[in-house]
Structure formats: C-alpha cells, structure tokens
C-alpha cells in the first residue's frame, strides 16, 4: 500500500484547525476550528476525458461554505450520512444540527446546556440515534429528529469518547482518566474494559480515539478485529467485540491525536507526530495498519501540530487536519488483484457474505465468472492462470497430503482465467508472498519459501486431471530456508520442519522469471537462486527495504520499489570495482524516482518499463522517461508496445458490474510516431524509422498500412520482419490475383471488413466469394440472404445447409418455434422431432411420424418393444400383431418377421420366415435361397425353444433339481409342439434342399457313387421336392453309376407319377428303352445299397457333409441343429454343412 501528499487548502486568516469530517456518501468535508470557524468543502473532480477518472482527474473545490453559529472553538464535527445532517459543537457547550437545502447548509437545530463542553457525539450505524457525551459526566442520547430519548448523569466522571456498537446494544464511553466503561443503550452500566495494550504504562494518559467499523461494507474476513482504540501514548488495541480477551495489540511509537477506520474496515489510520532524533521538532505521520496489527506503511505530513484526520468514502483519499491547512493525501490499495489472458481477476468484500467475492472479468468478451472464496489472502497471475492463496477451512478435514500431515493450513489454488480450480496445494507456511512463472510457483513467509512446479493439462478432463492431482509428485514440491544455500543439485525435500525455525533477517518480497528467483530480505539483503533446480547464486546487498521486487524479461535487471515508494533499478550481472578495488558483480543503477506506487517491465524487451508515479505514469526506455501521461490505472500489462491498464479504483466503486471503459491501452512514443510517420510522411520515410527502431510490433505496423496501399513488396518485407507467416502467405497470394478490385476486397476481409469485402465481391458480380466469405464467418443468415437474393438457382445443398445451421442457431438458445420453421425448410426431421417435443406440440410428431418412411432411424420398434418389456406393458403382443399384419398387408414379410425377432417373439417370427420358405420352394426358385430360409426358420424355432426353457427355468427357481425345471420345459414345449408340428417341418425341408444341392454337387465333380447313395435320401422328402425331380436325379446318378437296378426302379417311379402328362410319360418310356436294351437292369455292387434301399424303422443317421450312412460309434453332433457328419470328416469343416454354425 502507498501513499502520497496531493493536495493542500489552506484555512483564511491562518484560523487553526480542530476537527475534520469527510461525509461518506455525499462527499463533504467538515472542518471545524478555532474563533467558532466551521466550513463545509466539496471537492468535484471535473473532467470531459473519460481517461482521466479517478485520483488523475483534477479536483477543486466545488462547495466552499462557511457556517456562521458557533461563536467559541470548534471542537466536534459528526456526520449523519443516512438523513444529511452535519452535527457540531464549541467550546461553550453549543450544539448546532445543519440540514443542506437548495446545495446550501442551514441551521436547523441548536441546542445548549451552558453548563459543560461537549467531548464527544456520535451517531448508530442506522443514523436514528445519537449520542452526546459531555465533559462532566452527563449523558444525551437524542433521535434524529431532536427529540431527547434518555438522559443520566454519570456522577463523578469526566467523559471524553462516546462510540456505538454495529447493532446499536451497546454504547463505549471514554474517561479522561483512559478508562473505558461498556453501558447498555439504555445507560445501564455492564463493566469496565479490560485494556491489555496499557499493561506495564505508567504515567497520566488520555483516550485519543475510539472508533468502531460498523461493518457496512462487509468483513476483510469474518471474526474480524473491527474496534480500535487508541492512547495518546502510542499505544493501541483492536478488538473483535467490546468483551474480546485477547485484543490485537500495536505499539505505534508516536504521540497520537486522531484514529479512523477506512470505509471497508480494511486499514486503520492513526495520525499524530513522533520524536525524531536529528531534529528539534516532532514530525507529524500517519501510520496505517490491517485489524490484525500488521504495518502498512508512514505517511510523514509537514507542518507544527496534526489534531484530526479523515477518511474519504471511497478510502482512496485521506484528510489531514494541519494548523490552518487541509492536507489531502492519495492512497493506492493494496487490491488483490491480477491479470491473466485478457482477464482482470479482483477481489471484493459484500456486507451479506462472510467470502471475499473473486470476479474473473474477461474483459475482452465483458463476460464476468464469480467465485467465493473463504480467507483470501492474495491473487497472483501469470500466462492463462492464477493462484488464490488462502487460509485452509478449518471446518472440513483436508485429505491427507504428501507429507502425510492434516494440518496444513493454508492452500494454494490454481485456477484458469474463468476461475475453474484445477490443483489446490495445501502448505504449512504462510503465503505471506506468492511469485509465479510460467512452470512454477513461489509461496514464501517471513523465514522459507515453497516451490512448486505445476502442470496445466491444457486437453484433460476433469476426471483425469483429478487423477493427476492425487498421485503423489515426487520432487515437484521443495522447501527451503531463507537461511539455507541450495546447490541446486540435491533435490529439495517437503519438510516443513525448516519452516518453523526462525530468522533474523526476514523475507520482506520475492519475485521470479522462468530462470530466476529473486529473495529480498528486510535488511536489504537480495539472494538470488537459479530455476527450476533452487541453488543459491548470488547475494547482494542494498540499503532498503524492499516492498516490491519485479525481474525484467531476461532477468538482467531488478527493479526494486521500497517501503517508502522509492523506485530503485539493480542490474544483476554487471560487474564492478568497489571502492576497496575488489570486483563485485551486481550495481546499483544512477535512476532513482519517488511516490512510485506499480511498475511494470515490457514482456518483449528488457529496457522498457513503465511505471506510476502519483497520477502519472512514465515509460522508460534505457533509463529515459518519455513524457507522462496522466492516469491513476494499476498496469495489467505491457507487450507490443501497449500498456493496458486498469483503472481498479472506479472497478472497487461498482465491483458487480465492471466497464469496459475502465481498461485503458497506452500506445508508447515509438509505436504514436510510427503510426504519424505512416500517415503523413508515407511508408518509404516510416520504413527507414522502424528501421532504426525495429520492433515486430512496429513491423506489423508498417505491413499493415502497404497492405492497405496494396504495396505488395514492402508489405511482405515487413511480414518477414515480424515472422508472420500468415500474412506472407497472404501476400504471395494476392499477388497471384490478376483485378485490382479483387485485391482490395480481400485486403478488406483480411482486415476485416467483412460488410467492405462482400460489397466489393457483389459489385464484381462474385457472388460465390460473397457467400464464401459469410460461410468461413458462420453467418449463415447473411448467406440466406445472398443465396436468395442472387439470380438463378441456388444451390440446394447449400440452401438446407444454411437453414439447418440458422435452425441450429435458434434452437441451441431454446428458441423452438423458430427453429422449427427453418429445420421444415432445411428437411432435417430428426431436429424437428426434437423441437416438436420441446414445445410439446404432439400433432407436428405425430404428422412428423406419418410422413416418414417406414424403417427410418426416428421409428425405432425395438427400442419401443424393449421399453414397453421392461415397463411390463400388458397388449404388447397385440399392439405388435397390428404393427406385423399392418406390414404383411404392404407385403413386407420380412420387416415383420425382424420386428417379432427384435420383439424376442421367435415363435411368430418363426411361422413367417417358414411361410416364406414353403413359398419359395413351390415357386421352384435357387435351392440354395430355400435351404437358407428354412434354416432361418429353423433357427428361429430352436430360439424360441432356448426362451421357453429359461423362463420355466426362472418359474421352478427354487423349487426343485435342473432334472425338473427341464423337464417342466420339456413338457411346456410338449404342449406347444402338438399345437404345430412345423417345428420338425423346417430342420426336414433344410435337411432335404441340402441333400438335394449335395447330390448334385458330388455327382458333378465325379463322385457318383457318392452322389447316388445321397440321392437315395431323397426319396423320405417327396412332401417338400417335387417326386419327379427327385427321381429324375436319382435315375441320372444311378445311371451314372452303373447302378441300373435302381435306374430302372427310378423309371418305374417316374412312370408312374400322376403329376406328369402323357407326353412327359412317353419320353421317359422310350428313355428307360434305350437304356435297358444296352444295360441289364441289375446292380453290380448290391450289398452296400441294400440297407439305403430296404429302408424303413431303425435307420442310421446320415452324414450331412457326405450323404452317406454313420455306422461307426464316434461321430461329430451340431450343437445347434443337432445333425452328425462323420468324426475323420469334421476335421476338414469350419462351420456345420447343414446350419453354418461354428464347428465348437
């Protein structure tokens, strides 16, 4: 925090000064003095530059009034800012209440004991009461409207304080003997203050202020120490509540007169004047202090005697009340605040929360993030991220962190620039000073430093980023002493107990870069350790006290701003004689500046900085200013430079709704000039300046304006100088364009000029680059547009497109109705159901349904069916059967056998699939198709056989041995095969296709004998093949085979079928002539054809991968159609002859 003298009124006549009271909310100040002088100032900040707003804004007095009334010293000024009334009283006793009307201040009370002084009044936190304290001992407590409420006399008392309690229940009044008594708001006495700060005081002392925060604008953090008294002997407690036991205790060193509270019960003001050795005469100071006791800096005043200060509303300006003089004095916040890729984060207290309120501002969308967080102690950024250090919750058990201890107590978060969490370090030392670079973080207190090097998955899930976090990091955490010297080679251990030993010599700032960590010491000590491995480099010694240290980009130099606000420059490397002749490294630079309260090196070259001195900021260059420019703005950042710079003073007014005005960019000289040059003088003249002023951003400059002059060479001369590869590439490619109109459009768009660019492609009457360029942009409502207003066709696709993307556009901000009139136009039904079932419009689905065609992906059945299963619907099957009969009308069998299949009603399925199959073979179609169908069906059938058993298995669970509950199947199946005997019917019309394709087969690649005794089979299946086809067959195989005695009976079958005409008859009778006239009609190899042909009960099973009879013992079984091929046969079969299922 720092703070500077800026301003000065002087009282007329050289009339002293008594009190001084600056009105929170409207701004007036009140100053009483001696003579009965009691003016009222305003001071106005008048400016028409939105960039000069703040504490850079001029201010003058804009109300000067002088009260006549008081005829002796004034000697109590007292606001009551909720009803705008101004209370003051002399040293005759005299009360005086002023109202403002018309911009003027009357009298409109007076009031007068004449038999004492008035010491003290003060108003409750509500304005209704106040509370008047007089020298003798009687007490006044009025309502605002000057009716008296209560009064009493405290016998034998001197009173001199008076202060109320936030909740008006409790009243302080201050003896001039330095006792404080607590009272009621009734004047009913409770106790005396115990006053811990005065233990070990002797002597006569005087209560020099007492004020208590109200707590109006919220709690630094709750519990929070917010009653101040203060001694005219230095002396100081501040208190949680009037009974607190263990009060903050401050020592200020000085002879105090006055205290106040800023308006957010931040930091406590004490004025007074202290002994200076070197001089004759005291030196009035302020001393400002956290509640917790903790220094924040002297403010030195000149002038003989300080009697009062007060602060301004806004806690931005202080008024210090010197002889006949008002003294202003500016002071710049310590804001917790910090700047991250293009996002302001800050930190605010709200009187409703207990949290500090952390707002992530991304100021280049104006979009804000909120985050609460408990106990914040301080924001530090860097890159993309930021880390809230803050006190750990003590309620909530942590998890058992790396060095397995629970108590850690403060936590490090890392967030990104929206303020998600991505990895809380929990450390045992407080984060009184956190430095962070762009792989590590510093946490320091007063005696060790923590590092941690932490890793951003920039492409990980939360999940994995979690997982992340809990695997233990072994050496990415280390803690050092101030007083250690790390080589940098042994790896640094998590032992906490170095944290706890003491130093002499505390940390005082800290400040990093990728490669240097820098340790400044309240002594002036400077050690400097090496990244990322922590070894100890360099001490150096300066003669301050460091406040804030800052590394420029190479980290050559070290700019130093102490506790008083003086800006020193060290560079770390060079290396010098002192005046004892040795050779040191590291000087002092000659550049010295004062009431420099930021500073901000230049990311991209290490001799530029800029600074804030007061309300100006300075930019650097090698040690040379270039004229301020004035402002009061913290600075974000500087690169390209640009300084962006925020003013957080006008942010903290209204911290809900920051304005993008309040972010300021500064152009420095070089980068004013270069532009000047370009645009007067002309780019010849502007390329020799960059020249001797090269800087990639001034390249950019100069590449930009030849872009627009379309000076190709120089443009791209320039691209090269500032490695943009985009824009050579671009370059190279308008030089390949022949028009010159074409040129400029596209130097439009890369500008973009986008409304420029497309004008200039419509007048060349190119309207496909137009409707390009909205396409690359993803503004698809101007590219309807254009596709509708061209002449000629449109090109559909891109029609349907364009309304889809716009009907995308309406529908991600929920706004259905619109969307649903573009997906109509854009023909995308799946979004129209959707929207349809967001407004709940069921006639626009069901119209939608209708219209679809049938198997489309938004009619799924069998989700429906499995649904309604598992929801235990009871008329699904007839709702089913509909749907089927609905289908088999259309003549789509088999749509309805897959909807019974995914329905799991196999058995339905089943009969279709058979249907069709017994079709086919009576349409005499392939044999292969039919075998497959029946197959099919088949399969189907043994499914259904599969369910039925599992649900009588689930019926008997329980209730019996698996011999049971499959013979419960068994029967239930029983039942069910008497109803249709199809069941055998299908495995019967594969089994005969199949002999029917293999007897052929076998008899076409000259295996006849085989292929007779497979055609033999033939004759079991004369209900499924027509007889004189199987006859046909046989007689050609046995033929074939030299078998005429079953030829000639094949012939004696064929003769006699009634299915066949006289003709056909005729034709076979003078075949079987020619054969049997040449052939006796006998077989030669009887024996084995005897069992095929005698037939009847007590058969063998036939092998369906030969056709011939299985005689042996061992054979292979289908698991699935329960048919044998021979075992030596199986080997060469990966899947089962007859049902294709896989060979087990």
């Known amino acids: 925090m720092f703070f500077y003298l800026s301003k000065k009124i002087a009282i007329p006549n050289n009339v002293k000064l008594k009190c001084v009271s600056w009105n929170k909310d409207q701004g007036f100040i009140a100053c009483g003095g001696e003579d009965g002088l009691l003016k009222v100032l305003k001071l106005e900040t008048q400016t028409d530059d939105a960039k000069l707003r703040g504490l850079a804004a001029p201010s003058n007095l804009s109300m000067n009034q002088t009260l006549e009334g008081h005829s002796g010293s004034v000697q109590v000024v007292t606001w009551n800012e909720q009803y705008q009334k101004l209370t003051t009283s002399d040293q005759n006793g005299l009360i005086i209440v002023w109202m403002l009307y018309k911009g003027s201040w009357y009298e409109e009370m007076i009031n ?128 949680r509540h009037e009974n607190d036991q263990n009060p903050v205790l401050i020592d200020t060193g000085m002879y105090v007169v006055s205290i106040q509270w800023n308006h957010i019960g931040s930091v406590l003001a004490v004025a007074g004047s202290q002994k200076v050795v070197t001089q004759d005469k005291d030196v009035n100071t302020v001393q400002f202090y956290t509640p917790f006791g903790e220094h924040l800096g002297t403010l030195k005043v000149p002038g003989k005697q300080m009697s009062a200060l007060s602060w301004e509303g806004g806690g931005l300006k202080i008024a210090l009340a010197v002889d006949s003089f008002i003294y202003f004095a500016n002071i710049r916040p310590d804001y917790k605040w910090g700047y991250c890729s293009n996002t302001v984060v800050y930190a605010y207290t709200r009187p409703d929360r207990p949290e500090y309120c952390v707002i992530f501002w991304d100021t280049k969308n104006n979009e804000k993030y909120v985050k609460y967080v408990k106990s914040l102690i301080s924001i530090t950024t860097c890159g993309d991220f930021c880390i809230l250090a803050t006190k750990a919750d003590e309620n909530h058990p942590q998890e058992e962190n790396e060095m397995g201890t629970f108590g850690a107590t403060f936590v490090l978060v890392l967030c990104n620039s929206i303020g998600t969490p991505l990895d809380p370090k929990y450390i045992d030392i407080v984060p009184l000073f956190v430095a962070m670079t762009k792989t590590h973080v510093i ?46 080679s042994v790896d640094g251990v998590l032992d906490y107990s170095k944290a706890i030993q003491g130093t002499r010599d505390p940390i005082c700032a800290i400040t990093a870069s990728d490669k240097t960590l820098i340790v400044g010491r309240e002594s002036g000590t400077i050690q400097r350790y090496s990244l990322p491995n922590v070894g100890l480099i360099q001490k150096y010694s300066l003669n301050c006290r460091a406040y804030q240290l800052s590394l420029n980009c190479n980290s050559s130099r070290l700019a130093i701003i102490d506790i008083s606000g003086i800006l020193t420059f060290f560079d770390l490397d060079a290396r010098v004689t002192d005046s004892t002749g040795q050779q040191v490294i590291g000087e002092l630079l000659k550049l010295e500046r004062k009431d420099v309260w930021d500073m901000k090196w230049a990311k991209d070259n290490p001799d530029l900085f800029a600074m804030m001195e007061k309300t100006r900021m300075y930019v650097f260059r090698n040690l040379d200013p270039e004229e301020p420019i004035q402002t009061s703005g913290y600075i974000c950042n500087f690169e390209d430079l640009e300084i962006k710079s925020v003013l957080l003073d006008e942010i903290m007014k209204n911290p809900e709704h920051p304005n993008k005005d309040y972010m300021i960019n500064f152009e420095i000289r070089s980068l004013r000039d270069s532009r000047a040059l370009i645009e007067k003088v002309g780019i010849e003249d502007a390329s020799q300046f960059i020249e001797d002023n090269p800087h ?145 419009d069921y006639e626009g689905l069901e119209n939608l349904a209708s219209s ?293």
């Not at 707590?215 to 002997?233: H, K, Q, R, S």
């Not at 946490?443 to 492409?459: G, H, I, L, P």
């Not at 909205?774 to 696709?797: H, I, P, Y």
């Not at 009879?1109 to 899947?1135: D, G, R």
């Open 852 to 1144: 679809l065609p049938e198997n489309h992906k938004l009619l799924p059945w069998n989700k429906a069916v499995e649904l309604a299963k598992n929801h235990s619907m009871k008329e699904i099957g007839s709702l089913l059967a509909r749907y089927a009969s609905h289908l088999l009308e259309k003549n789509k069998t088999l749509d309805a056998i897959e909807l019974y299949r995914k329905a799991n009603y196999f058995y339905d399925a089943a009969k279709l699939m058979f249907k069709i199959a017994d079709e086919e073979a009576k349409k005499r179609t392939k044999p292969l198709r039919v075998k497959k169908l029946y197959v099919l069906s088949a399969l189907l059938i043994e499914q259904y056989h599969e369910q039925m058993k599992n649900a009588q298995r689930g019926k008997v669970k329980g209730k019996g041995s698996e011999a049971t509950s499959a013979l419960a199947g068994l029967l239930e199946e029983e039942v069910l095969s008497t109803t249709s005997r199809f069941t055998d019917n299908a495995w019967r019309g594969a089994e005969a296709y199949h002999f029917y394709i293999l007897a052929q087969r076998q008899l076409y690649e000259g295996y006849v004998d085989t292929a007779l005794k497979t055609a033999l089979h033939l004759r079991d299946y004369e209900d499924i093949i027509p007889a004189v086809e199987i006859y046909s067959l046989l007689a050609l195989c046995a033929c074939a085979s030299r078998a005429f005695g079953t030829c000639s009976k094949a012939f004696i079958k064929l003769e006699s079928l009634e299915t066949l005409s006289s003709e056909q008859k005729q034709q076979y009778e003078d075949l079987a002539l020619e054969i049997f006239t040449k052939h006796t009609p006998k077989d030669n190899r009887k024996s084995e054809l005897d069992s095929l042909l005698e037939g009847g009960e007590g058969k063998l099973p036939t092998c369906v991968a030969t056709g011939s009879p299985i005689t042996e013992y061992q054979f292979w079984m289908c698991s699935v159609c329960k048919h044998c091929v021979l075992a030596q046969e199986i080997s060469n079969y990966n899947f089962c002859p007859l049902c294709h299922s896989s060979v087990g």
């Open 443 to 488: 946490a320091a207190s007063k005696e060790a430093f923590y590092t941690w090097q932490y890793r951003v998955a920039k492409k990980l899930t939360a999940l994995e980023i979690n997982q992340i976090t809990r695997s233990r990091k072994e050496g990415r955490e280390r803690i050092y002493h101030v007083d250690d010297t790390p080589s940098g």
């Open 696 to 840: 990639p951003r001034l390249w950019r400059l100069l590449a930009e304006a030849a872009l627009q002059k379309l000076d190709l060479h120089t443009a791209e001369q320039a691209f090269v100088r500032c490695k943009d590869y985009q824009g050579i590439k671009f370059v190279k490619r308008l030089g390949n364009l022949q028009s010159e109109s074409m040129k400029q459009a596209e130097v439009a768009a890369y500008f973009g000029r986008f409304e420029e660019a497309e004008r200039m492609y419509l007048d060349m009457d190119r309207r496909d680059l137009a409707i390009g360029l909205r396409l690359k942009l993803g503004d698809w409502f101007r590219v309807l547009q254009l596709l509708k207003t061209g002449s000629g066709d449109a090109d559909d696709t891109l029609l349907e497109q364009a309304h889809n993307a716009i009907g995308d556009y309406f529908a991600d901000r929920q706004k259905w109705l619109n969307a649903v009139q573009y997906y109509v136009q854009g023909r995308n039904q799946e979004r129209l159901a959707e929207c349809y079932y967001m407004l709940e």
């Open 112 to 239: 007068n004991r004449n038999k004492s002084v008035v010491r003290s009044m003060s108003w409750n936190a509500d304005g209704q009461k106040i509370c008047i304290v007089y020298e003798d001992g009687a007490v006044i407590v009025g309502s605002v409207d000057g009716n008296r409420i209560w009064g009493k006399d405290l016998k034998g008392i001197q009173l001199c304080h008076v202060a109320w309690s936030a909740d008006s229940k409790i009243l302080l009044f201050g003896m001039a003997n330095g006792e404080i008594h607590i009272y009621d708001n009734q004047g009913n006495f409770i106790m005396k203050m115990k006053l811990n700060c005065l233990v070990n005081v002797t002597g006569a002392i005087s209560i020099a202020g007492i004020h208590w925060y109200h707590g109006t604008e919220g709690y630094v953090e709750p519990d929070c120490p917010c009653l101040a008294i203060c001694f005219d002997n230095g002396r100081c407690q501040i208190m």
